[in-house]
Antibody
Framework: VQLVESGGGLVQPGGSLRLSCVAS????????IHWVRQAPGKGPVWVSR????????IYGDSVKGRFTISRDNAKNTLSLQMNSLRVDDTAVYYC??????????????WGQGTMVTVSS | QSALTQPASVSGSPGQSITISCTGT?????????VSWYQQHPGKAPKLIIY???NRPSGVSNRFSGSKSGNTASLTISGLQAEDETDYYC??????????FGTGTKVTVL
């Protein structure tokens, strides 16, 4: 059971970046998946969640209108399109599986994270 | 959504028990039993150690236990060991269908 993120890097303020998360070892299409970020030296902050078939998404206030979560169950892949990036978006971005099969619950499987740095 | 409030640090001697509190509101911790706890070692991803207030995932030591009263959840580590020295975070589902994490607690084994 594994999640592997990619796509992080250095981007200028106002720029865009697309993160990916590839799942393996479990039936991806059965689970809600989240993005969680953690700025250097700070605690985790929940970013977004998508339901198992991709028809329902929700975002934290700090990214609403700028980030878009999506998934491709045929490719076992989760994505996060990040636009209008700001310096305070700098963080390690984790994808995390939700343990609940009916309602959102805990984050039971985490990827290793991908670093996003927004700086001029 | 404001972060849940945790003490910045808690310490104890080997073999002792310590408790970390996590205070929220009636819109998160007080609303549901979807409180979870995570252990995070430096440079690593968080690891789930308690879910649904009191449940331990398979493979997690029974030295970790959780509880909740009103708007406050607690994590107790009994028989404190050197390997327990790291950061701990609580999290809760909220009434607006989002999730919120705690401010984090650094556990020190004296």
């Amino acid at each position: 059971v594994q999640l592997v993120e990619s796509g992080g890097g250095l981007v200028q303020p106002g720029g865009s970046l697309r993160l990916s998360c590839v799942a393996s070892g479990f039936t991806f299409s059965n689970y809600y998946i989240h993005w969680v970020r953690q700025a250097p030296g700070k605690g985790p902050v929940w970013v977004s969640r998508i339901n198992n078939d991709g028809t329902s998404t929700i975002y934290g206030d700090s990214v609403k209108g700028r980030f878009t979560i999506s998934r491709d169950n045929a490719k076992n892949t989760l994505s996060l399109q990040m636009n209008s990036l700001r310096v305070d978006d700098t963080a390690v971005y984790y994808c995390a599986r939700d343990s609940g099969l009916v309602v959102p619950d805990a984050f039971d499987i985490w990827g290793q994270g991908t670093m996003v740095t927004v700086s001029s | 959504q404001s972060a849940l409030t945790q003490p910045a640090s808690v310490s104890g001697s080997p073999g002792q028990s310590i408790t970390i509190s996590c205070t929220g509101t009636s819109n998160d911790i007080g609303a549901y039993n979807f409180v979870s706890w995570y252990q995070q070692h430096p440079g690593k991803a968080p690891k789930l150690i308690i879910y649904d207030v009191t449940n331990r995932p398979s493979g997690v030591s029974n030295r970790f236990s959780g509880s909740k009263s009103g708007n406050t959840a607690s994590l107790t580590i009994s028989g404190l060991q050197a390997e327990d020295e790291t950061d701990y975070y609580c999290s809760s589902y909220t009434s607006i269908s989002t999730h919120v994490f705690g401010t984090g607690t650094k556990v020190t084994v004296l």
